[in-house]
Protein backbone atom coordinates (compact mmCIF):
# COMPACT_ATOMS: atom_id res chain seq x y z
CA UNK A 1 0.00 0.00 0.00
CA UNK A 2 1.41 3.64 -0.84
CA UNK A 3 1.67 6.02 1.92
CA UNK A 4 2.57 9.81 2.15
CA UNK A 5 4.75 11.71 3.98
CA UNK A 6 4.75 15.29 4.82
CA UNK A 7 7.81 16.87 6.25
CA UNK A 8 7.57 20.20 8.35
CA UNK A 9 11.16 21.41 8.92
CA UNK A 10 10.88 24.12 11.06
CA UNK A 11 13.78 26.02 10.98
CA UNK A 12 15.26 24.45 7.83
CA UNK A 13 16.55 26.31 4.77
CA UNK A 14 16.64 25.88 1.07
CA UNK A 15 20.48 25.90 1.46
CA UNK A 16 20.14 22.73 4.09
CA UNK A 17 17.30 21.18 1.64
CA UNK A 18 19.43 21.86 -1.37
CA UNK A 19 22.63 20.14 -0.02
CA UNK A 20 20.31 16.75 0.84
CA UNK A 21 19.69 16.78 -2.39
CA UNK A 22 22.59 17.13 -3.86
CA UNK A 23 24.09 14.69 -2.15
CA UNK A 24 21.04 11.93 -2.53
CA UNK A 25 19.90 12.73 -5.68
CA UNK A 26 22.23 14.78 -7.95
CA UNK A 27 20.80 13.45 -11.21
CA UNK A 28 17.35 14.69 -9.89
CA UNK A 29 16.12 11.33 -9.92
CA UNK A 30 13.55 9.71 -7.35
CA UNK A 31 14.99 6.97 -5.06
CA UNK A 32 13.63 3.67 -5.74
CA UNK A 33 9.90 3.30 -4.69
CA UNK A 34 9.64 7.03 -4.03
CA UNK A 35 6.72 7.94 -6.29
CA UNK A 36 6.52 11.65 -6.15
CA UNK A 37 8.44 14.31 -3.98
CA UNK A 38 7.85 18.43 -4.02
CA UNK A 39 9.58 20.11 -1.35
CA UNK A 40 8.97 24.29 -1.08
CA UNK A 41 9.52 27.01 1.51
CA UNK A 42 6.99 27.89 4.48
CA UNK A 43 6.54 30.64 6.86
CA UNK A 44 8.18 27.85 9.70
CA UNK A 45 10.96 26.69 7.38
CA UNK A 46 11.04 24.12 4.94
CA UNK A 47 8.16 21.43 3.40
CA UNK A 48 8.43 18.73 1.58
CA UNK A 49 5.34 16.16 0.71
CA UNK A 50 6.72 12.19 -0.73
CA UNK A 51 4.88 9.12 -1.76
CA UNK A 52 6.09 6.19 -1.40
CA UNK A 53 5.05 2.90 -2.87
CA UNK A 54 5.52 1.02 0.40
CA UNK A 55 6.00 1.96 4.07
CA UNK A 56 9.16 -1.03 3.53
CA UNK A 57 10.44 1.32 0.71
CA UNK A 58 10.20 4.90 2.53
CA UNK A 59 12.08 2.89 5.89
CA UNK A 60 15.21 1.43 3.48
CA UNK A 61 15.42 4.80 2.48
CA UNK A 62 15.65 6.50 4.97
CA UNK A 63 17.44 4.17 7.08
CA UNK A 64 20.14 3.63 4.48
CA UNK A 65 19.99 6.59 3.29
CA UNK A 66 18.09 9.97 4.18
CA UNK A 67 19.07 9.77 7.62
CA UNK A 68 22.49 10.37 7.27
CA UNK A 69 22.31 13.00 5.02
CA UNK A 70 20.22 14.60 6.95
CA UNK A 71 22.33 14.67 10.21
CA UNK A 72 25.07 15.80 8.31
CA UNK A 73 22.86 18.98 7.14
CA UNK A 74 22.34 19.64 10.99
CA UNK A 75 17.99 18.37 9.74
CA UNK A 76 16.26 16.91 12.97
CA UNK A 77 12.37 16.13 11.42
CA UNK A 78 10.01 13.63 11.52
CA UNK A 79 7.46 13.02 9.23
CA UNK A 80 3.53 12.86 9.50
CA UNK A 81 2.58 9.32 7.70
CA UNK A 82 -0.68 8.36 6.25
CA UNK A 83 -1.86 5.98 3.87
CA UNK A 84 -2.68 6.89 0.05
CA UNK A 85 -6.53 6.57 -0.49
CA UNK A 86 -5.82 8.09 -4.38
CA UNK A 87 -3.54 9.23 -6.09
CA UNK A 88 -4.17 11.21 -9.20
CA UNK A 89 -1.78 11.98 -12.59
CA UNK A 90 -2.46 13.12 -15.48
Known amino acids: MAIGL ?3 AVGVTQAQYDQVQK ?3 PDKRPAAGQLFHVAGPTAEGWRVV ?6 E ?3 LY ?3 KLGAALQKAGIAVRPDVFPVHSIMQP
Do not use: I
Not at 50 to 55: G, I, R
Open 6 to 8: VFN
Open 23 to 25: ELH
Open 50 to 55: EVWESQ
Open 57 to 59: AAT
Open 62 to 64: FET
